[in-house]
T-cell receptor, first 114, second 112 residues
Framework: NAGVTQTPKFRILKIGQSMTLQCTQDMNHNYMYWYRQDPGMGLKLIYYSVGAGITDKGEVPNGYNVSRSTTEDFPLRLELAAPSQTSVYFC?????????????FGPGTRLTVT | ELKVEQNPLFLSMQEGKNYTIYCNYSTTSDRLYWYRQDPGKSLESLFVLLSNGAVKQEGRLMASLDTKARLSTLHITAAVHDLSATYFCAVDFMNRDDKIIFGKGTRLHILP
């Protein structure tokens, strides 16, 4: 199993450009998440999905959009990039049962907006 | 408000010493996770604590959960340089508020 994969690994965007961060998992997990991590800080939840076709906002959703058309894929779209979106973005997945939401993280995408 | 607080946020210690990282949270939960992050890398799962009194150990690290005190600890025994990393706790509020909240992380630097 590849686990959680993310592309690209690095990207530099100009202000106002748009891009999509890709995330794929091959563990048949129902839950998927997008986080951002600013330097020296913890993780903040942007969006999450409890299954194909269902998405919901996290703590910091403004400026982002997501979709979940399949169990495996959960892309994150940035529209009109701003310098405040410079961060490292992590995708994660988990298999929810009543007890356990242990998350498996992808390698991250380092995004710079200038 | 759902809050998760870790302390200390930064810890520099000598090899061979013992220390404890604390994770406090604001609202009832009986599920908590510890993760490790090396510089420039992703997060790796260390421990899953799923009930009051749960204790897990792996090598020189031991994690415990006291749901009544809303407190988890990560204890390091006889620290070695390889344990230098940032450690995050994450509290699972999914059954209540559909959220998992991460602490800000404890940056651990172990001096050889």
């Amino acid at each position: 199993n590849a686990g959680v994969t993310q592309t690209p690994k690095f990207r530099i965007l100009k202000i106002g450009q748009s891009m999509t961060l890709q995330c794929t998992q091959d563990m048949n997990h129902n839950y998927m998440y997008w986080y951002r991590q600013d330097p020296g800080m913890g993780l903040k939840l942007i969006y999450y999905s409890v299954g194909a076709g269902i998405t919901d906002k996290g703590e910091v959703p403004n400026g982002y959009n997501v979709s979940r058309s399949t169990t495996e894929d959960f892309p994150l779209r940035l529209e009109l990039a701003a310098p405040s979106q410079t961060s490292v973005y992590f995708c994660a997945s988990s298999y929810r049962d009543y007890l356990n939401h242990e998350q498996y993280f992808g390698p991250g995408t380092r995004l710079t907006v200038t | 408000e759902l809050k998760v607080e870790q302390n200390p946020l930064f810890l520099s210690m000598q090899e061979g010493k013992n220390y404890t990282i604390y994770c406090n949270y604001s609202t009832t939960s009986d599920r908590l996770y510890w993760y490790r992050q090396d510089p420039g890398k992703s997060l790796e799962s260390l421990f899953v604590l799923l009930s009051n009194g749960a204790v897990k150990q792996e090598g020189r690290l031991m994690a415990s959960l006291d749901t009544k005190a809303r407190l988890s600890t990560l204890h390091i025994t006889a620290a070695v340089h390889d344990l230098s990393a940032t450690y995050f706790c994450a509290v699972d509020f999914m059954n209540r508020d559909d959220k998992i909240i991460f602490g800000k992380g404890t940056r651990l630097h172990i001096l050889p």
